[in-house]
């Protein structure tokens, strides 16, 4: 099929504004006669508010008000639950919001006439604490569940409890159960066994929360905002101010990254509330905020740690037979969105395979930690780190290539997933594996079997010789001197993850397409409310548009992002926009060109798409069909480890990854390097730290993220197009996959190189060094 | 970021005034890279600032008439890493220099901030030890000369008194035959502050006899920056791969690391005898290298990296760190 547009690396729409400085992000724009908003924040763990006394911070120079719990009309919101107070303190329309969980929590709004005013004053409130227990080891706040694989005992009592809902701390769980599992064991020949501890990840958008406020033309309170869906922002904003919907808009300017820290709700309420109590003051002035860093890292959640307890059985010949898993999720001080995070955990934590005997219990855990949140991968990362260490290890004890023992157990069209259900037709991971097996070098024997590149890692190291078809370069390089510390070695790991929302909920995108001209068609604009965090979706329905109507893609306008002019389009999450809004511009795209061919001018069509149907799991089994599309990806990282520092250099970072059909192959190519690197920064850098919930990495110089000099030398990123049935051009989404099975293949690849297995992470360099004496 | 005044002062003696006049609500300015950090996190709330850096002699490299050569405290990192001058007598310093944050960074840091921090991970400080620097400052009671060791008295604490500021950096006349190698670790390769640095530094200690001079200082290992002398000492005597091995070993001895936030203490300890080793090993190939021949610091490659590449580069507090 040949396309005009899609297919084709179309100039970004956003290019130009953000290269020239003209593009505004919220924290750029300036409304005359505007008011400056700081937040309190907790700064405790744990905590009651027992009085506040706001007196000295309202006399404070430049004060124009000062807002407390008092204040918030329904003091609650929360994306899955309303389990968390706007803002924390006595007076509340809500029992118990008095109390604050995390350091995290927002206690006072100061409003003032500059920034500086606002934030000398928030340092006026006197708040009178009471300290409580701070528990943040997700094993002593469920005590219920500590102790490895096995049901949970739930005769061990619970220290106290962090929710009114939840008494034993246990804010969501899964529960899977797949033929028998012990008779799956009984059939296997090698059974491996693992514990693995996966850290929490800050999201370290460029663009620190920020945001304008006001009322417009229409009397609506109006939050000019990033986020990463408008009309979720809105509904929460309606709801803590008891108003309707449509007393509240929201537009997303400029969005400088996201990756799921901007699905939770920061400066959306607070901003709207001090706009909306102020205009019931008779002060009618536009409202802004912009959060420090420290202020960021703290105030939104974070990617969830994980502990991981699994025991996999296969056969000799490598076909897996019974795979039992239990994961515990810090879900940290508030639900979040911990309950879907932890859906796809469930689904990931036995990786791509094809499993006849499986049994998984997953937990998300209330603690005291700044809560676990949406973060590209959503739960991926975690089950795949488990899941992919395991297949190298039972490749190990088998004899096994890792590349080999993946495709013997590949899931394919013909597979079930464990949830009883095969997957939505057109499943690329066969295709994966083997285009980033090719890439990095390894090649099929006589029989067919695959084998990785010789001369590399510590069981072929010294022998020199290597596979003249190899694609890695410069093998000299890479014959180890006797003297020298560095070992290199080559991972794989692979995996896979759903598109869209799921788990029942029936998914919907809205779009309106209207076509202007008198003859012909002179130009599209195209009415979209999901948001462009910087991943460049409104470059995509751009060319979805011009694809359709046959408009010049110069010439389709995008106006996006604002809740008065279009229907909600969902969430910029799920790796989905692209899926979700191909379908959706398409669909109105083509009414609209009927509407053209009608001879209505304009000619406007309006479509809502609706993603095929899924189910909820169900509860005692987890059966089920809970996704309507998945994403696939496989990646080898070869590196290089110095073997007396312990730093880890990884040289080359290969990511094939099926997208159905690439609409813009640069933009796929970017998603690509750009997840890499974040992934890379969490397998082997970022390492948050606290001290009894209290953040000690709140600035960049503690917490790092990777520098251009980190970076791979080489990044190859391999485009597989295993068209999906239901998706725009067969197209399905990908923003995430590249993070899925990295921090896995680089653990995989420093084991190759000095023969020490982390099941933790970041690999920092310490960490390393003391694997490497732990060994003798 | 609070606001506040920034001052010209006319000479030396108007800079000093100002600075006795305010206490600490004064502050000394040069690049300004770790003082803003700072201000806008609210760590100090001057009310104002007296610009260092106009001041006569203060962006100038030169050599004296003794042969000393003289970098004034205000001159940028790329400017000391780039100079002909440094290149061709001081390469252990070049290295040093070219090592803090990012270029970017190091066009406004300056090698006098870098030392009033008083860092302990100071990254030019290795370097200066190592080359026997003596600072020259200037206060209420005019000029004084403080050597390099004595300059440096605690975590971000310098022997500046009240009034008084660094105007210039003294490095005494190249021995023959010297070579030099920085090394460091940090957690990421650009920008992060060191959690270990070495700088090892010989030379030929008089061409009669085939003995030479070693110097080892360390960074990021102690309250303040270090020399080892019981390293420097045994190599003088054996610089055969067991006499280098009981360097290193001597050099970790020396060092008094902590456990904070970048790396522990028992790591930091084993990294100073990797980097000493590394470093030496560096040297004595770069030694070999120039030979006897009168061509000092020819051979070191920039970095001194070890064949296999100890990774080196990073910092960010510091990049950050630069001029106070």
Redesign the interface.
């Known amino acids: 099929m040949t396309y005009q547009t899609i297919g084709t690396d179309a100039p970004r729409i956003d290019a130009a504004g953000k290269v020239t400085g003209k593009t505004l992000y919220p924290g750029d724009i300036t409304p005359p006669d505007m008011l400056h908003l700081a937040t309190l924040f907790a700064g405790r763990p744990h905590a009651r508010v027992v009085r506040i006394d706001t007196a000295a911070a309202e006399a404070a120079p430049g004060v124009v008000a000062v807002f407390t719990a008092a204040d918030v009309p329904v003091n609650e919101y929360g994306l899955q639950i309303k389990d968390q107070p706007v803002l924390c303190g006595p007076g509340s329309t809500l029992a118990g919001a008095d109390r604050v969980r995390f350091v995290g929590d927002q206690v006072a709004l100061v409003v003032a006439e500059t920034e500086v005013q606002a934030r000398a004053a928030c340092k006026l409130i006197r708040v009178e604490w009471e300290d409580l227990p701070v528990i943040t080891d997700p094993e002593a706040a469920a005590p219920s569940l500590a102790g490895g694989l096995g049901d949970p005992d739930p005769t061990r009592p619970v220290p106290f409890q962090l929710h009114p809902h939840r008494a034993d701390n246990v804010c969501y769980g899964y529960r899977i159960r797949k033929g028998e599992v012990e008779t799956g064991f009984r059939e296997t020949d090698v059974i491996i066994e693992g514990v693995y501890r996966t850290p929490v990840q800050e999201h370290a958008y460029l663009q620190p929360e920020a945001g304008v406020a006001y009322l417009d033309e229409a009397g609506r309170v109006t939050v000019e905002v990033a986020g990463q869906w408008t009309h979720e922002d809105q509904g929460q904003i309606a709801h803590a101010l008891g108003i309707p919907k449509e007393q509240v808009r929201v537009i997303y300017p400029a969005i400088g990254g996201a990756f799921g820290g901007r699905e939770d709700m920061s400066v959306q309420i607070t901003l709207a509330l001090a706009v909306w109590r102020l205009a019931q003051r008779g002060i009618v002035r536009p409202v802004k905020t912009i959060w420090s860093r420290e202020e960021s890292i703290i105030g939104h959640g974070k990617r969830h740690a994980m502990k991981i307890y699994t025991r996999w059985g296969a056969k000799r010949n490598g076909k897996l037979t019974a795979v039992e898993v239990k994961v515990i999720a810090d879900g940290g001080a508030y639900m979040y969105t911990s309950n879907k995070v932890l859906g796809n955990t469930t689904l990931t934590c036995t990786g791509p395979y094809d499993i006849p005997h499986v049994a998984v219990d997953t937990y998300a855990v209330y603690t005291n930690n700044v809560p676990g949140a949406a973060f590209r991968g959503f739960g991926g990362p975690q089950g795949h780190f488990a899941a992919e260490s395991q297949m190298d290890k039972l490749a190990e004890a088998l004899g096994l290539d890792p590349v080999e023992i993946r495709l013997r157990n590949i899931l394919t069209d013909e597979s079930l997933l464990t949830v009883g259900t095969p997957i939505p037709g057109g499943v690329g991971m066969t295709e994966t594996i083997i285009a980033a097996a090719k890439a990095a070098g390894w090649t099929q024997d006589e029989a067919g079997q695959w084998r990785k590149p010789v001369g590399l890692g510590t069981r072929d190291q010294g022998s020199g010789g290597r596979s003249q078809e190899s694609g890695i370069p410069n093998p000299q390089s890479l014959v180890p001197s006797p003297q020298s510390p560095i070992r290199h070695g080559l991972g794989f790991a692979a995996g896979f993850k759903n598109v869209g929302f799921s788990f029942g909920y029936q998914e919907n995108s809205y779009a309106r397409v209207e076509l202007r001209g008198a003859g012909e068609i002179a130009e599209a604009t195209v009415y979209f409310a999901g948001a462009d965090c910087g991943q460049g979706n409104h470059t995509i329905i751009a060319q979805v548009a011009a694809e359709v109507t046959g408009v010049p893609f110069e010439r389709v306008k995008v106006v996006a992002s604002d809740t008065s002019l279009m229907g909600s389009s969902g969430s910029a999450s799920a790796s989905r926009l692209t899926y979700m809004s191909g379908n959706a511009v398409k669909g109105a795209a083509e009414k609209a060109l009927a509407a053209w061919q009608n001879e209505d001018r304009p000619a406007v069509g309006e479509y809502i798409y609706l993603a095929p149907k899924t189910t909820k799991l169900d509860p005692e089994t987890g059966q089920g069909q809970p996704n309507f599309a998945y994403g696939y990806v496989a990646q080898v990282a070869l590196v290089a480890v110095d073997t007396e520092t312990g730093q880890i250099k990884v040289e080359r970072f290969i990511s094939a990854d099926d997208v159905g059909q690439a609409i813009n192959p640069q933009q796929v190519t970017g998603q690509i390097e750009g997840a890499a690197v974040q992934a890379l920064g969490y397998a082997i850098q970022e390492e948050w730290k606290a001290r009894e919930g209290r953040v000690l990495t709140d600035k960049f110089s503690t917490y790092l993220i990777p520098t251009i000099l980190d970076v791979p030398d080489q990044m190859d990123a391999l485009i597989v197009e295993v068209p999906d049935p239901n998706g725009p051009y067969g197209a399905r989404g990908m923003g995430e996959m590249p993070f899925l099975p990295a921090a896995a293949a680089v653990a995989a690849a420093v084991y190759d190189a000095i023969g020490v297995r982390f099941d933790e992470f970041p690999l920092t360099p310490e960490r390393v060094w003391r694997g490497l004496r732990g060994k003798g | 970021m ?2 506040f005044d920034y001052l010209i002062p006319k000479d030396h003696a108007e800079a000093s005034a100002l600075l006795a006049a305010g206490g600490g609500s004064v502050r000394p300015f040069m690049g300004g890279t770790d003082f803003l950090i700072r201000a806008r996190g609210g760590f100090i709330r001057p009310q104002s600032v007296v610009d260092l850096k106009v001041l006569p002699g203060m962006r100038e490299i030169r050599q004296s008439p003794d042969g000393w050569l003289v970098i004034g405290a205000a001159c940028t990192m790329n400017q000391v890493a780039a100079h002909p001058l440094v290149l061709a007598g001081y390469d252990l310093l070049a290295q040093a220099c070219n090592s803090v944050a990012s270029y970017q960074l190091r066009n406004r840091a300056t090698i006098g901030g870098n030392c009033c921090n008083a860092s302990p991970a100071a990254d030019t400080a290795p370097a200066l030890f190592c080359l026997d620097a003596v600072a020259e400052t200037y206060g209420p009671a005019g000029a004084r000369r403080i050597p390099i060791a004595d300059f440096f008295v605690g975590p971000g604490r310098s022997a500046l008194q009240l009034g008084e500021f660094l105007t210039a950096i003294h490095l005494p006349p190249a021995p023959t035959g010297a070579c030099g190698a920085f090394n460091k ?1 940090g ?7 060191s959690a270990v640095s070495v700088a090892v530094y010989a030379w030929e200690h008089d061409t009669e006899t085939p003995r030479r001079d070693w110097r080892i200082a360390l960074g990021a290992v102690g309250p303040t920056p270090l020399r080892a002398p019981e390293a420097e000492a045994a190599l003088a005597a054996d610089a055969s791969p067991q006499g280098v091995q009981r360097a290193a070993e001597l050099t970790a001895a020396a060092a008094r690391p902590i456990d904070d ?1 970048r ?2 203490a028992a ?1 930091r300890r ?2 100073v005898a ?1 980097l000493a080793r590394r470093g030496i090993e560096a040297v004595l190939a770069g030694i070999a290298r120039a030979g006897l021949q009168a061509v000092p610091f020819g051979g070191v490659p920039a970095g001194s990296v070890s ?5 080196r ?1 990073g910092r ?2 510091q990049m ?1 760190g630069g001029a106070a």
């Open positions: 609070q606001p670790l957690r990421t390769k650009l920008g992060d502050i936030i790396a522990s790591y084993a990294m990797v064949p296999t590449g100890v990774l580069e960010p507090e950050i």
